[in-house]
């Protein structure tokens, strides 16, 4: 039997995800994404699924604790992107030129 790698994440992230050839799953919050976990559990195909962070910390408790305890499949929760502070273009720059001249510049 040959199984498959699902992932539930949210809903803007399923396109990613097919651009790599995995088949995601969109769950817009927890009572989705238990909804399809349960859906997945039940059939033969699915033998790892990716559930994103945050959905699977907001799961019942007895729907993690029963997927915990099973071989087939194995759910694994994965870090969902971050909104970080984006250097500004300038320090890019500086960041840039010490690395190709070897030493950090100062622009004025």
Do not use: K, N, W
Not at 30 to 54: D, H, K, M, T
Not at 55 to 77: C, F, K, M, N, S
């Amino acid at each position: 039997m040959t199984h498959t790698l699902r992932v539930i994440c949210r809903p803007g992230l399923c396109d990613g995800f097919a651009l790599a050839g995995v088949h995601g799953l969109g769950a817009a919050d927890a009572v989705e994404a238990a909804a399809v976990l349960r859906g997945l559990i039940g059939q033969p195909e699915p033998g790892v699924i990716f559930v994103e962070e945050s959905l699977y910390g907001a799961l019942p408790e007895t729907l993690r604790d029963a997927v915990e305890h099973r071989a087939v499949p194995v759910v694994i929760p994965f870090p969902g992107p971050r909104a970080e502070a984006r250097p500004s273009a300038e320090s890019e720059l500086v960041e840039m030129l010490r690395a190709a001249i070897g030493y950090r510049v100062r622009l004025r």
